[in-house]
Nanobody, 126 residues
Framework: VQLQASGGGLVQAGGSLRLSCTPSGLTLSSYAMGWFRQAPGKEREFVAAIVWSGTITRYADSVKGRFTISRDNTKNTVYLQMNSLKPEDTAVYYC????????????????????WGQGTQVTVSS
């Protein structure tokens, strides 16, 4: 199984980017999905998660109101729309598939995600 994340890049503060995650060897509709990020010198942190149907989402407080996670199961793709980007959003962003189709109290912990993408770099300049 491989998860291919794309869409990262360099953007000025206040700008927008949309990340995409497409797996191979995995039927996306069977799993809840999440986005995490890791900045230099920091631990990987939860960003957003979405249940298999797309009807329930969860966000880290730091991105709430600015980022939107969505999915299109017909295209086997998960997205992360990032608006009003800040320099502190600079990180490598990873998509991952959760162990289950629905989100429970474990959605924020990377321990409960099974497959991970290779990451895509997002750099926000001030």
């Amino acid at each position: 199984v491989q998860l291919q994340a794309s869409g990262g890049g360099l953007v000025q503060a206040g700008g927008s980017l949309r990340l995409s995650c497409t797996p191979s060897g995995l039927t996306l509709s069977s799993y809840a999905m999440g986005w995490f990020r890791q900045a230099p010198g920091k631990e990987r942190e939860f960003v957003a998660a979405i249940v298999w149907s797309g009807t329930i989402t969860r966000y880290a407080d730091s991105v709430k109101g600015r980022f939107t996670i969505s999915r299109d199961n017909t295209k086997n793709t998960v997205y992360l729309q990032m608006n009003s980007l800040k320099p502190e959003d600079t990180a490598v962003y990873y998509c991952a598939s959760h162990r289950h189709p629905d989100l429970d109290g474990t959605y924020y912990s990377d321990e409960f995600y099974t497959y991970w993408g290779q990451g895509t770099q997002v750099t926000v300049s001030s």
